[in-house]
């Protein structure tokens, strides 16, 4: 069974750097892609990055390139998303996400996490 625990955001200032993880509790990490979506306030949830179950390939939303990179360590059940250079515009509750399919759509899915909030003040 996949349980996704995200930690790492916070308040933060515009122009920091913030590193999120996610950790499975349930071991079972390799097994599937890993993503990052978020949802900003008053928005829909969108897709951020996604990487395979390998770590062999990543991609990213196109208004995400640049300033965020994803990674995985299966060894320790874990994926991260580091952002740099936060604006006020990437405030959000940020998800991690679990896919047998290599997919950036929601409706892929199969795994979520609870969130967690990242607020960005100028």
């Known amino acids: 069974q996949v349980q996704l625990v995200e930690s790492g955001g916070g308040l933060v200032q515009a122009g920091d750097s913030l590193r999120l993880s996610c950790v499975d509790s349930?071991?079972?990490?390799?097994?599937?892609?890993m993503g990052w979506f978020r949802r900003a306030p008053g928005k829909e949830r969108e897709f951020v990055a996604r990487?395979?179950?390998?770590?062999?390939?990543?991609n990213y939303a196109d208004s995400m390139k640049g300033r965020f990179t994803i990674s995985k360590d299966n060894a320790n059940n874990t994926t991260y998303l580091r952002i740099f250079g936060l604006k006020p515009e990437d405030t959000a509750v940020y998800y991690c996400?679990?896919?047998?399919?290599?997919?950036?759509?929601?409706?892929?899915?199969?795994?979520w996490g609870q969130g967690t909030q990242v607020t960005v003040s100028s």
């Open positions: 990487i395979s179950k390998t770590a062999t390939y990543t």
């Open positions: 996400a679990a896919q047998t399919r290599w997919s950036s759509r929601e409706e892929d899915v199969d795994y």
């Open positions: 349930g071991g079972a990490l390799r097994n599937y892609h």
